[in-house]
């Protein structure tokens, strides 16, 4: 099983909200990474999770807040999100992280988000 | 990356191969040259990788010019299904960072 899920599929939520985006792997990968994408752009590193610790953060705000409660599952809570958050967030995950140029990530297909 | 630089768009006919170029004049010597492809409402997948030499796997081929100032993905014969945005990726050693170039999308005509 080589699959990267990520749920839900596309999410609208208000600037007041809370929410929050869910991915899973089952391939005994110890290193999950959330993206950002814009339109027309390419993915940008938000976070990155190597042994259910967060190593990097690429300066994100604090209204994006991620989760790893085991290595399998990866999460991103979302409050008091702006429209100019609205985006395709990506995950993707990897066998160990941090391990040198020789690694395969492997993503899912993205949660659209639609901040109104 | 502004240090990546690719084509924004080429188009090749099926069956055709296809040269894809990407610039990474200042690309330190221990970074991995990646490429990655993303096919329409898909997220990206690994093509391919290399550091130094000539690469070769069942997707594509990878040529590295000699001073690694630039790189070439080879798919040796194009299909509809290629159609796609082809990211060249710096991956620094010992960081799990993809750097991202800008992207090529390719088009493929029947």
């Known amino acids: 099983d080589t699959e990267v899920t990520q749920t839900p599929k596309h999410l609208v939520m208000g600037m007041t909200n809370k929410k929050s985006l869910k991915c899973e792997q089952h391939m005994g990968h110890r290193a999950m990474y959330w993206y950002k994408q814009k339109a027309k752009k390419p993915p940008e590193l938000m976070f990155v999770y190597s042994y259910e610790k967060l190593s990097i953060n690429e300066s994100v705000p604090s209204r994006f807040s991620p989760e790893c409660p085991n290595s399998s599952l990866l999460n991103l809570h979302l409050h008091a999100l702006q429209p100019e958050d609205s985006a395709l967030y990506l995950c993707?995950?990897?066998?160990?992280?941090?391990?040198?140029?020789?690694?395969?990530?492997?993503f899912g297909p993205g949660t659209r988000l639609l901040v109104l | 990356d502004a240090k990546t630089t690719q084509p924004n768009s080429m188009e090749s006919n099926e069956e055709e191969p296809v040269h894809l170029p990407c610039n990474h004049s200042?690309?330190?010597?221990?970074?991995?040259i990646h490429w990655y492809r993303q096919l329409p409402s898909q997220g990206p997948e690994y093509v391919i990788h290399?550091?130094?030499s000539n690469v070769n796997n069942r997707m594509a081929s990878l040529a590295i010019a000699e001073d690694r100032k630039s790189s070439t993905l080879i798919l040796h014969r194009a299909t509809l299904r290629d159609a796609a945005v082809y990211y060249c990726?710096?991956?620094?050693?010992?960081?799990?960072?993809?750097?991202f170039g800008q992207g090529t999308t390719l088009q493929v005509k029947p």
């Open positions: 200042t690309i330190s010597g221990t970074d991995y």
């Open positions: 990726i710096r991956l620094p050693s010992n960081t799990g960072k993809l750097i």
């Open positions: 290399g550091l130094t």
């Open positions: 993707a995950s990897s066998l160990r992280g941090l391990a040198g140029g020789l690694e395969t990530q492997y």
